[in-house]
């Protein structure tokens, strides 16, 4: 049985994928920012074990982590969490930006970093969910796609840092998803939502769960996924 460590479960992209890996049998941690969304995502994803650690105070996560029961090993670990405010660079204030870099980019790096002797244990898996935003910058999406570029960055250091030990690093690109993300994100624009227009959370899932069970004489590196329409 595979172990996994997984952020962003408690909905779209992350949640699916928890439950697809319960459903085949493996044990699966969720990271949730509190104790009530610890809760209430165990409680939707029945099985799953929850532990806590604020991604939006990634300073925070060593001594949070040090305080909980945590896996010895680890198969795979999936930064699936994220968050965007749109805006042109002449309007985004500093603490936009801040909030921005530190979950989509300084907690990866941080959880990473607290992980990776439970990682090399295993030879374990790291996929990190980027965006198609981290391959192009848009106009109004500056910070988010800053985040999204340095998170490519990180990856491709990581994966050449822990070849050496076994560990596989896989960036993921996913166009723009039905998730509760970009129903916000279609709010900022002021534009219409319409779901069957987008990637299915189920679809990036299945993407990563190919990375993840590919075996052990392949490695992706990075994957493009885009809405076939």
Not at 127 to 134: E, I, K, L, M, Q
Not at 173 to 179: E, H, Q, S
Not at 186 to 196: I, K, L, T, V
């Given at each position: 049985m595979a172990t996994h460590l997984v952020t962003?479960?408690?909905s779209g992209i992350g949640a699916v994928l928890v439950r697809r890996l319960l459903e085949r049998g493996d044990h699966v941690v969720?990271?949730?920012r509190d104790a009530g969304r610890a809760r209430?995502?165990?409680?939707e994803l029945p099985g799953a074990t929850a532990i806590v650690g604020d991604l939006a105070q990634p300073g925070r996560l060593s001594w949070a982590l040090?305080?909980?029961?945590?896996?010895?090993r680890l198969d795979g670990l999936v930064h699936a969490a994220g968050v965007v405010d749109l805006g042109a660079v002449g309007e985004l204030t500093p603490a936009l930006w801040e909030q921005q870099l530190a979950v989509n980019l300084v907690a990866p790096a941080e959880l990473t970093r607290l992980l990776l002797p439970v990682l090399r244990v295993s030879r374990g898996h790291v996929?990190?969910?980027?965006?198609?935003?981290?391959l192009r910058a848009n106009p109004e999406w500056s910070a988010y796609a800053a985040s999204k570029h340095g998170l490519r960055a990180l990856a491709d250091a990581l994966r050449a840092e822990e070849a050496e030990h076994g560990v596989r690093v896989t960036s993921i690109?996913?166009?723009?998803?039905?998730?509760?993300?970009?129903e916000r994100v279609?709010?900022?624009?002021?534009?219409?939502?319409?779901?069957?227009r987008f990637i299915t959370p189920d679809a990036v899932a299945t993407t990563i769960l190919t990375a993840l069970d590919l075996p052990r004489d392949a490695h992706l590196t990075d994957l493009t996924v885009r809405p076939a329409g």
């Open positions: 962003g479960a408690g969720v990271l949730a209430q995502i165990s409680d040090s305080k909980q029961s945590l896996p010895d996929v990190f969910v980027n965006s198609g935003a981290g690109y996913p166009g723009r998803t039905a998730t509760p993300m970009q279609h709010r900022q624009e002021g534009a219409e939502y319409d779901a069957s």
